[in-house]
């Protein structure tokens, strides 16, 4: 592939299509968006093919590149959405765009958790990049902690102290963004 | 009252992964395809920039000459007042 062989490129594909798209659709929460930038990512693989030395496994390096071009997204996204606030302080109609409302339901969600998962959604895109990415690494698409650590070039002992402070920091968003679950599950208690 | 957040966070647990689309490379090999490709439409472009560049580069040539001639025309009739006087046909008149 290193030689811009598209047929290799194709066979590498079909191999990690699945897991890139997966990881694509937990930080961008949109279909299209994702399918973009599969097929971006595996543009710059392509192109970085001749690079590629072998010191971490090809695993490990499409999972890196996949992880630059989705958080490269979502800060061109909320720099647009910023630009967007400042506009909108001259327009009577303005809207609070600070906390991201948009209904996204992952297909792999189980039926009884969707409900849940789409609050998880929505609370993840609240975390840093470090954590959210630990979070999605280690939660959704269920990597081990070392391969994290790979990944995002950090000690293993970094990645559980991420995920550690992810957690705690999605419990707070929760509480924060939802106060009426709080208050419902208070008065079922009773 | 922990108890909603930690069902909320442990929603994703056996989550199956979501697939990509079944033609997904198609694009790929159309984006590699039409990057390959001899850029006419680039080199169309960089023409198009540089006749616009040409049409404003002479049109404020030719109001910088007109600018000047007009100029030259003010100062020849201020320098020789005394000849433009001279022919005053009113005073000749008299």
């Known amino acids: ?190 | 009252m922990e108890e909603w957040k930690d069902k909320v966070i442990r929603s994703l647990s056996g989550i199956e992964r979501a697939k990509p689309p079944t033609d997904g490379f198609e694009g790929i090999r159309r984006k590699l395809a039409a990057r390959s490709r001899p850029n006419a439409e680039k080199g169309g472009q960089w023409m198009a920039v540089a006749a616009a560049i040409l049409i404003l580069v002479s049109s404020n040539a030719l109001l910088l000459t007109n600018h000047s001639n007009k100029q030259q025309v003010v100062d020849t009739a201020e320098a020789y007042p005394e000849m433009i006087t001279s022919f005053n046909i009113y005073d000749n008149e008299q």
């Open chain 1, 1 to 190: 592939m290193a030689e811009g062989d598209q047929e290799s490129l194709e066979g590498l594909y079909g191999q990690y299509a699945a897991v890139v798209y997966n990881t694509l659709i937990s930080y961008t929460k949109n279909a299209e968006d994702a399918e973009e930038l599969l097929q971006d990512v595996f543009i710059s693989v392509f192109d970085t093919a001749h690079k590629f030395r072998f010191d971490s496994s090809v695993s490990t390096w499409i999972y890196r590149v996949t992880v630059n071009k989705a958080l490269d997204f979502l800060r061109k996204k909320n720099a647009t959405k910023r630009k967007g606030i400042f506009s909108s302080l001259y327009r009577k109609d303005s809207a609070k765009l600070q906390f991201d409302q948009s209904d996204f339901d992952h297909p792999g969600v189980k039926m009884e958790n969707v409900e849940d998962a789409r609050y998880l959604f929505q609370a993840i895109s609240e975390l840093s990049d470090n954590q959210k990415t630990v979070f999605i690494l280690t939660q959704i698409e269920q990597l081990p902690q070392q391969e994290v650590a790979e990944i995002m070039k950090v000690t293993r002992k970094a990645v559980e102290s991420l995920l550690q402070r992810a957690k705690s920091n999605l419990r707070c968003i929760l509480e924060k963004h939802y106060p009426e679950r709080v208050k419902s599950k208070v008065i079922a208690s009773k």
